[in-house]
């Protein structure tokens, strides 16, 4: 007997579940590098984001092409200045306004601004005095030309809160620790998150003695590591929680986190990077962020970007190459989305 119209719309409406469950109500990004000198047009770039169901982009810098293609989207875009121009942007607020004016005014109406971030780990180089400042110099500017719901942020490594943190420019742990508590009564001013990066795979692969393959891929069946009664499966939850700890500890708490990247890479590092690791930490990472909190925050769903959409020929070898969800023909690497 063939299946009656009741079973065909159960089937549908489970259907049509799966295919919504990726980003309706969870908030999943790709980041969008074009270190690459074999990468597809953006358009056909916006395309593939939308064929496989990602809403969310992040970009490294202003890329006009890129965002004449994304107008009319729907897809949301999260990006900032260069690390280079923030010292600028900082000191002079028509600057900032030039900035806003040139990189978000003229898209405004068709491309949907998500979060405006100030620094990729701009923390750790000479540039990190000014963050702050660059800060309320971008917040004024969107408020002059009437987008002041736009988010202000930066994106800072897993150890920027640490007071032995120790910055390329030579400051002093203290300074940056001053910094970092500038930056986050902004965002507390303004009720917005604070972006890391988070990558369990340099933590394995640099110490696979002490830290097991099972604990970073997410496939540990009982806890690895209890922290005052904490139970942690998995390195992920643990390094975002020491990251809240430590914003419980300089009083800010409340500030919730995005994931700015996290991925794990396909080759270069044999046998730490494979298409097997990569698949399923990847896989196991997005079944957690889009069903759970950390032990620590176990009811804040906590918006994730992956890095990345594709494999980047022009980056360091060979490591950074093999980030990619995709190949630079659009093939996937592994399936995935």
């Known amino acids: 007997m063939g299946p009656t119209f009741s079973g065909f719309l159960i089937s549908a409406m489970v ?32 395309n593939l984001y939308k ?10 810098q202003p890329y006009p092409e890129v965002l004449e293609a994304a107008r009319g989207s729907g897809i949301s875009l999260s ?67 009437g987008l002041g719901t736009t988010k202000v942020t930066t994106v800072v490594p897993m150890n920027a809160l640490s007071t032995s943190y120790p910055p ?10 001053s910094i970092m508590t500038s930056i986050m009564a902004i965002l507390a001013v303004q009720d917005s998150p604070l972006l890391i990066n988070v990558y369990p795979y340099f ?46 500890k300089i009083g800010f708490g409340q500030i919730t986190l995005i994931v700015a990247e996290t991925g794990w890479p396909t080759a270069g590092n044999e046998p730490y990077t494979s298409v097997a690791n990569a698949q399923t930490y990847n896989k196991n990472l997005l079944n957690h962020v889009t069903q759970k909190g950390t032990p620590k925050r176990p009811e804040y ?13 022009l980056k360091q070898p060979t490591v ?3 980030f990619g969800f995709f190949f630079p023909n659009m093939n996937p690497v592994y399936p995935f989305w």
């Not at 390329?168 to 620790?177: E, K, L, N, P, R």
């Not at 393959?213 to 992920?236: H, I, K, R």
């Open 51 to 60: 064929t496989s169901g990602i809403n969310n982009i992040r970009l490294y």
């Open 203 to 248: 933590a394995y692969a640099s110490d696979p003695t002490h830290i097991s393959l099972d604990y970073a891929l997410f496939t540990s069946t009982a806890p690895v590591v209890v922290d005052q009664g904490l139970e942690y499966y998995n390195l992920f939850d643990g390094m975002v929680d020491a990251f809240n700890a430590a914003l419980d």
């Open 79 to 145: 990006m900032g200045p260069r690390n280079e121009d923030i010292q600028s942007l900082a000191k002079d607020q028509s600057a900032a306004d030039a900035w806003v004016n040139t990189n978000i005014v003229p898209y405004k109406d068709d491309v949907q601004f998500k979060l405006i971030t100030i620094g990729n780990e701009a923390i750790s180089g000479q540039s990190s005095s000014y963050i702050p400042d660059a800060m309320n110099n971008i917040m004024n500017s969107l408020a002059l030309f």
């Open 15 to 46: 259907f049509l579940t799966q295919l919504l469950s990726l980003t309706d109500g969870r908030d999943i990004g790709v980041c969008y590098g074009l270190n690459g000198n074999n990468l597809p047009s953006p358009g056909d770039v916006i």
């Open 320 to 322: 950074e190459q093999n």
């Open 301 to 313: 769903i906590m918006p994730t970007f992956f890095f990345e959409m594709f494999n980047e020929d």
């Open 168 to 177: 390329s420019d030579g400051a002093f742990g203290s300074d940056i620790t």
